[in-house]
């Protein structure tokens, strides 16, 4: 378990998945956490669920307005800041020439607008604490071209390239800024696409099975923590090898399909 004693952060979208999942990893390690989202309900029962070291804000990330009321509750309850999870999200699921730039702007406005704001809001915060962690939520579809997904990866693409920047510009402030890029993992953004939890229920990625939202929380808390202090301005990969290359079993289906077509 990673050592989040005395640590306070936030955590956009954190009524459910990921964002959960890293919101009681920060409570099992000894921090505080303000969990926001636009779910209501959800996300006051998640913090509930958290016991005394959690609490909940509606807070739509999209809004400067709200953004300043999370970060004020948050040093209200807590005195200081040390930690902000940009996780709120929303995904796509189209081929580019079917996407309409209304839903692909507001699938940037969401993804790496909403984490812009969060990492201009919170500085001052994290400054005046005298450093801190902001981790960012990209995606396997931040590091490669993944079908489907062209408002989706064209902002985790931004939130990757936005990490970096402000690693640079707020180093000297000891502010550490990294993303985090989850592979397939369950939750209930993914879980309308089919996919099962277990061993061999996803041969596509080389460990062969989809993620758990713990599995990507405890990169989250790591990044978290001062155990990670050296770490500014790094892409961490949690993806069961799904973006390192292809596997064999690709290969052999990449084989079997040019035989059909009798191209050689
Ligand atoms: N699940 C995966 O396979 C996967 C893979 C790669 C990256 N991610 C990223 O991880 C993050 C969490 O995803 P998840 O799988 O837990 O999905 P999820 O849908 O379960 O959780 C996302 C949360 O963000 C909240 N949210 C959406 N719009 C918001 C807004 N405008 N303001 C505040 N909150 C808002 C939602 O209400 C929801 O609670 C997202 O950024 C997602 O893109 C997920």
């Known amino acids: 378990m990673v050592d989040l004693r005395d640590k306070a952060v936030v955590i956009t979208g954190g009524a459910r998945g990921l964002g959960a999942a890293a919101a009681r990893a920060v409570v099992d390690g000894g921090g ?105 939520i990209s995606s396997a579809a931040g590091l490669t071209g993944l079908a489907l997904t062209a408002g989706y990866g064209a902002s985790k693409w931004g939130v990757r390239g936005l990490s970096k920047i402000g690693a640079v510009e707020l180093a000297e402030s000891r502010i550490r800024v990294n993303s985090v890029h989850p592979g397939m993992t369950l939750t209930p953004m993914t879980a309308p696409v089919g996919i099962r939890a277990g061993e061999g229920n996803y041969p596509g990625t080389p460990l062969g099975r989809v993620g758990a939202p713990e599995e990507i929380a405890a990169a989250v808390a790591f990044l978290l923590s001062d155990s990670a202090a050296y770490m500014t301005g790094a892409e961490l990969a949690v993806d069961g090898g799904w973006t390192a290359g292809l596997t064999v079993q690709h290969l052999a289906a990449d084989a079997r399909l040019t035989e059909r077509r009798g191209v050689r």
């Open 32 to 136: 505080r956490v303000l969990i926001t989202d636009v779910l209501e309900a959800e996300g006051a029962a998640t913090a509930a669920a958290l016991g005394g070291a959690a609490r909940f804000l509606r807070h739509d990330v999209t809004s400067e307005d709200d953004w300043t009321a999370a970060l004020e509750y948050a040093a209200a309850e807590f005195g200081r800041l040390d930690g902000l999870v940009n996780n709120a999200g929303i995904a796509t699921g189209r081929f580019l020439e079917h996407e309409s730039v209304e839903h692909f702007r507001r699938v940037v406005e969401v993804n790496l607008v909403g984490t812009f704001i969060g990492i201009k809001a919170a500085v001052p915060l994290l400054r005046a604490n005298g450093g801190g962690s902001i981790v960012n």
